[in-house]
């Protein structure tokens, strides 16, 4: 009889455990939101004295911290003190919560944008975690389909049947490394979010505003929310083992949606961004995310290269033309640095980079995507100096 009583006792007990673990990683959410907010706030009134407008990108930051720590509550909880804070010490009257009518704009320019933040750093922490527990739960059946293996008998058709469940896994565990590379993509769209909404309050706080320029942000901060959703999204997607959304795509439409989202970078660097696309392509049958990744990851590695050169023009060419039947071929050409013959016997191996602060997985995924679309990717030396990647697809 005491047995029978003891057992409702301790799974009662577990389930209080587990409850108050979880309220308590909740509360330490909204603990840390807080803290980070509070510490934006000082540093921020430390530093104001400096800049004639108010200096808010450490709100911004904050915000993304706290949603990317403790998730959806808390990020919200940081942008709704953040916004106090803001509205408390930094837009006249001061010492006050009341908002003058030629402030109301900037304000509500605030506050969209640490919505944004906070929404896609958040979306990014819940693909993580899934992304995470998928590829645990994935190490743990592979390594118990191991055991397995090794404890069988002579039988051959048990032991096929197991080695087929081991290289199942093996595939399902290639998709985890996929997803984790266009998550770690999606950094770049939020960081971009970020700046124009800085962007945007700037132009807004000039006297008259310039509310085109304020638009254009706006707009900016619009595109790469959506950006940053469809990659969110590709992830969901494919843990929920959907198949993937393919269509007959231009890729010279690809191509130009992609020059003019980075142009304003390869401004910046001072690097020539040029195209060459040939007229009349046939279309190809892919997934539009995957190869936006693919052509963002080998643009973005040629003008890596090529922002400490001197002494030559800065040039990053994008190309496109049918050089055989059923198929055709992009090239992606700088004139940077260039590629040792040991590099470019390794530059598609996994974790390999010759970058201070790369991973090394962005050029494999890459190969990989093509692969799976039935193409080929490769690098080459340019003879006028820098490096050429290129990539087929089939047309049939």
Partial sequence: MGCGNLTPRLESTQLEGKVRGRWGSKLAGYGLALLVVSVALVATLLVQRLFVHPFLFLFFAAVVVSSWMGGTGPGLFAVLISTLGVDYYFLPPI?????????????????????AGSWVSSSQRESRTALLAAHNELELRVAERTAELQQANADLRERDRQLRLIEHFSRVLTLGELTASIAHEVNQPIAAVVT????????????????DEARHAAQRIIKDGSRAGEVIGRIHAIFKKE????????INEVIHDLTVFLREEAVRDQIELRTNLAQDLPRVEADRVQLQQVLQNLVTNGMDA???????????????????????VVR????????????????????????PQGIGMGLSI???????????????QNPEGGAVFQFTLPTN
């Fill in 95 to 115: 010492h006050s919560f009341a908002v003058k009518p030629p402030d109301i704009a900037y304000f509500s320019a605030f506050v969209l944008s640490a919505l």
């Fill in 332 to 355: 992606v050409k700088d004139s940077g640095v260039g590629l040792s013959p040991e590099v470019v016997d390794r530059i598609f191996q996994p974790f390999f980079t010759t970058k």
């Fill in 366 to 380: 890459s190969r990989s995507i093509i692969e799976s679309h039935g193409g080929h990717l490769a690098a080459t």
């Fill in 243 to 250: 198949p993937f959304k393919r269509e007959l795509l231009d």
């Fill in 196 to 211: 124009y909404g800085h962007a945007c309050l700037e132009w807004l706080t000039q006297n008259p505003p310039n509310l």
């Fill in 306 to 328: 090529m922002r400490e050169l001197e002494g030559r023009a800065r040039e990053l060419w994008i190309t496109s033309a049918q050089e055989k039947p059923g198929e055709i």
